[in-house]
């Protein structure tokens, strides 16, 4: 039986997806959460959690997986020695220090180019130059691609999804000569296809582990074009949300769109574009005033029908990336009514509203008409707001056919290995 492994490395943990060649059932599925914040920026908790979900598939499984690809978070980035070891803490997806050197980047990337963004993979790097620990470093890395050098042992490979952030010429397949002006004196990733195989296993990970050692380490790519690849959606003017932690939107076109003004840019996927952009509100917001139970119980007693009056911009700090890009902007959460029902109708109609608004965006700036949206992430359960986000988008939300990202991130591997 030939079967592959996808990871999936996302804010609140790590998770594995076990597929066959048929890609209809699951053979297994592991998770490890974080248990707090601090552990999503720790290399060293990734590396444990990278091993745990390995060993946490059950044996005879594990000795039949032919490919594996992962998937982190867009823009959580390090530098590291040449040995592999980061040199200094990496910085997160939503980490914003990039704002400082904003005017230098303006000086030399294209107007409205996607690194033009206080969060982007480029904005993170310039910052890091000014680390005391930069001289120690050889090179920049995603966090995808280091959780694969640990397995593979190459340093210095990514793909065009993480790599576009860090402003990789999608389209030309190749870094833009406007980049060489900025002399990075660090080693930039080798860009691949996702999905591209890269190396088998290093031997002594297979041995480690009991896996195949022909087992080949595939490109990965980020958890949101994951979820999509996961999702079902495959025609032009479908879409994907990614209720997590954050809100994450993805609409399929025929026409590449960027706009760094807005926080729009497109990733490549085959023929087509991905259009898109993240938002910092979502589900890490709820979290901050209400538990699961909470979430389940006061939803069903919302009436989705019913448009809430109140009017926020959810935010769990100040700051956000897309529909609106401003790395100043306030959370708005007042009026507090004394009902937490009303508090969190007035939450979630706020985020579709939000919603909405990046799709509408997309589209007025030459994306695709939405047709459907298929929902991913911890949200896509909550049937109260899918209502409520159906009634603002005005087309079909459905679930996710898969909602995992690892599981998107396992056909990747599998694609992979049809390649090699």
Known sequence: MNLYLGIDFGTSGARGVVIDEEASYIQAEVRYPFNDALAAVTP?????????????IPEELRREIKAIAINGTSSTVLLVDAAGNPVDAPLLYNDARGSLVLEHLRSIAPPNHTVLSATSSLAKLMWMRQLPAFNEARYFLHQADWLAFL???????????????????????????????LQIPIQLPKVLPPGTPIAQ????????????????M???????????????AKLPGEAVTSLGSTLVLKL?????????????????????????????????????????????????EIDASIASELDYYPLLKVGDRFPINDPNLPPRLEPRPDHPTEFLHGLLESIARIEARGYELL????????????????????????????????????ASVYTEAAYGTALLAMEGWKKG
């Not at 999804?161 to 002006?181: I, Q, S, T």
């Not at 595939?218 to 079902?232: E, N, V, Y």
């Not at 085959?270 to 979502?282: E, K, R």
């Not at 589900?283 to 909470?294: D, I, P, S, W, Y």
């Open 44 to 56: 060293k908790i990734w590396q444990e959690a990278l091993f745990m979900l390995v060993e946490q």
């Open 151 to 181: 397995l593979h042992g190459y340093l210095g490979i990514s793909d065009y999804h993480n790599a576009l952030k860090l402003g990789y010429d999608v389209e030309e397949l190749k870094y833009p000569e406007w980049l060489e002006l």
């Open 201 to 216: 296993l290093r031997p002594e990970i297979a041995d480690k582990f009991g896996l195949r050692s022909d087992c080949l």
């Open 218 to 232: 595939c490109a990965g790519t980020t958890d949101s074009i994951a979820a999509f690849l996961a999702s079902g």
């Open 252 to 300: 399929l076109s025929r026409t590449r769109v960027e706009d760094a003004r807005y926080g729009i840019y497109s990733h490549r996927l085959g023929d087509l574009w991905l259009t898109g952009g993240a938002s910092n509100t979502g589900g890490a917001v709820l979290k901050q005033f209400f538990t699961n139970a909470e979430l389940e119980s006061l939803s069903c």
């Open 363 to 398: 589209q007025e700036m030459g994306a695709d008409k939405l047709s459907r949206v298929y929902t991913a992430g911890g949200g896509a359960a909550n049937k109260t707001w899918t209502a409520i986000r159906a009634r603002h988008l005005q087309v079909p939300v459905v």
